[in-house]
């Protein structure tokens, strides 16, 4: 088998063991699940073209074993799945059927978005399994390993990642050795290729000539791996302005206050940091829009975070910070802003002052935080600096004291406060009535719509007891105007002033 052969031949001793391992992941696949239960999501990329061939070689071997044969390849009987897109580069498409040509591959084209493609698929076929070729690097890697369950809220399979721990360098060592056939663009500088909206040759290959055309050289001569999503355009959907930047845009701020923990869920300890922080927040004048108490799952952080991001001004996270196997909140955060983790050499000196004597496993693992969208907030009162991505902060803090703390220095640190005229434009009351509520009801609409710039608020003490009504907002002015209006809509007295 040719691949088999070329790597067998090549002094490349990292590049062996890289494949050996694929070889193992895939083999192994192959023993857990039957052919027809197993599918390959290819769409012309480097990574999955690398793929291709690891899977045309750990097939060969695999048959090779299980049935002593010693047959050609001319069949790979491994569903293969391309989920074709309108924006994807012709080049790209052009390659992908190609290759289907060249290698024989039962190509299934799916015109779908991946989860609803995922779950036609599923219901057609008897698929188990599939091989994907995410790598570390990829912002969807985080959280995965070799075999990774299919995430909640997707169909159920089981993703393969073979090639989950090879680097940039090792997909170039392998795809040059074995002398296989690539996409066109990897040799005019694209390193990483995602739609024709989103994706650029990367800077860093631009080679100066005088000609007024820019030329790139090829994907391959790409010295730092890490930088090979610099072609990358980044998305960055819809989500609301930084407060620091951007504070007078609304008159009232959002916020959003996400826990994450499964001892609050099981009931095993009482969430007290939420119930902090929505009162810290309200006394400042910003509006907490939702609560949330989420599980210590990757997946559910970051679907969260990724809706509250882009519904809220900030949004507040806690729970879930640290060391530990449970301690995935900074993974889901950055699943949400579609980048990786990545060790932060700032933050490690911190931790490594603060816990050097007892650190006895790898400190790099806390100081993992999401890339290239994680600002510190250095406090002289702070041990470790606050983080903050883009307008998610994460709080370290497990107890409400510590919380005190933090909140003290985030308050001076951001314009969370108000520096600006925030404090003065926001203005309450409270009145208490032992009206009840089919009484007031409609009065209480009827204000609301003559009043539209201001937040009315009811709740009761119990069934049967007085209603507390609350009215916010831009100036004690139309406060009081408004509670005139409401008083005026019955008798006198029948509403108390209560703090
Ligand atoms: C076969 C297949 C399975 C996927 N399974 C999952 C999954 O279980 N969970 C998930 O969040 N995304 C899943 N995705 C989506 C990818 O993580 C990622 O969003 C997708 O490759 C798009 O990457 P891009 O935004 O860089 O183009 C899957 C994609 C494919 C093609
Ligand atoms: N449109 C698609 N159809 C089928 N599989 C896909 C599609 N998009 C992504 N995948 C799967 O997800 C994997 C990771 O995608 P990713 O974009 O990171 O890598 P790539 O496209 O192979 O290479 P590159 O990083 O150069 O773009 C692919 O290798 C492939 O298995
Ligand atoms: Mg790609």
């Known amino acids: ?101 060249t290698y024989n591959l039962r190509l299934d084209i799916i015109r779908q978005d991946f989860k609803s493609g995922l779950e036609a698929l599923l219901k057609a076929n008897p698929i188990r399994a599939i091989f994907l070729g995410v790598r570390i690097g990829d912002p969807t890697a985080v959280g995965q390993e070799q075999f990774s369950p299919s995430s909640p809220g997707w169909p159920p399979f089981m993703r393969v990642n073979p090639i989950l721990d090879w680097s940039y360098r090792d997909v170039w060592a392998f795809l040059l050795t074995c002398k296989v056939k690539y996409c066109s663009l990897y040799d005019q500088g694209y390193t990483s290729i995602g739609s024709i909206h989103d994706t650029v040759p990367n800077a860093l290959l631009s080679v100066n000539d005088s000609s007024s055309k820019e030329k790139f050289k090829p994907a391959y001569l790409l010295s730092d791996g890490r930088l090979e999503r610099a072609g990358r355009v980044k998305k960055i959907a819809s ?16 916020a959003s206050v996400i826990a994450v923990g499964d001892e609050i869920l099981s009931g095993t300890v009482e969430d007290q940091l939420g119930l902090s922080l929505c009162k810290k927040l309200t006394s400042i004048g910003w509006s907490v829009q939702q609560t949330a108490v989420l599980r210590n799952d990757i997946d559910s952080v970051s679907e969260e975070v990724d809706r509250q991001r882009s519904i809220c001004d900030m949004v507040f996270i806690y729970g879930g910070v640290g060391p530990l196997h449970s301690d995935v909140t900074l993974a889901g955060v950055a699943k949400a802003f579609g980048v990786r983790l990545a060790p932060d050499e700032e933050f490690e000196e911190y931790l490594r002052h603060l816990i050097s004597e007892q650190c006895t496993g790898d400190r790099n693992e806390m100081a993992q935080l999401p890339e290239g969208i994680t600002e510190l907030l250095h406090h002289e009162k702070l041990s470790v600096p606050l983080i903050k991505c883009r307008n998610v902060i994460v709080l370290a803090a ?72 609350c009215l916010k907002g831009k100036s004690n002015a139309r406060i009081d105007s408004a509670v005139q209006a409401l008083c005026k809509k019955f008798k006198e007295n029948v509403f108390v002033e209560i703090k």
């Open 1 to 101: 088998m040719e691949i088999d052969k070329a790597i067998g031949e090549s002094d490349d001793k990292r590049l062996k063991t890289k494949y050996n391992n694929a070889i193992f992941v895939i083999k192994r696949a192959l023993a857990l699940y039957s052919i027809e239960e197993v599918a390959f999501s290819f769409n012309g990329g480097k990574d999955s073209t690398v793929l291709l061939h690891l899977l045309r070689a750990g097939y060969f071997l695999h048959k090779k074993e299980v049935s002593c044969s010693n047959g050609g390849l001319s069949n790979f009987p491994v569903r293969t799945i391309y989920f074709e897109s309108p924006s994807a580069f012709t080049e790209i498409n052009a390659f992908t059927y190609d290759a289907a040509q």
């Open 239 to 254: 989500v609301k302005n930084d407060v620091d930047s951007d504070s007078q845009k609304h008159e009232v701020l959002l």
């Open 398 to 469: 497990t107890n409400t004291e510590e919380l005190e703390k933090e909140w003290e220095c985030l308050t001076e640190l951001t314009k969370l406060g108000g520096s600006s005229s925030l404090m003065e434009l926001y203005a309450s009351r409270r009145l208490m009535t032992s009206l009840t509520d089919v009484e007031v009801a409609e009065p209480l609409s009827k204000l609301g719509l003559e009043f539209p710039d201001i937040y009315l608020g009811c709740y009761r003490k119990s069934r049967q007891g007085p209603i507390i009504i």
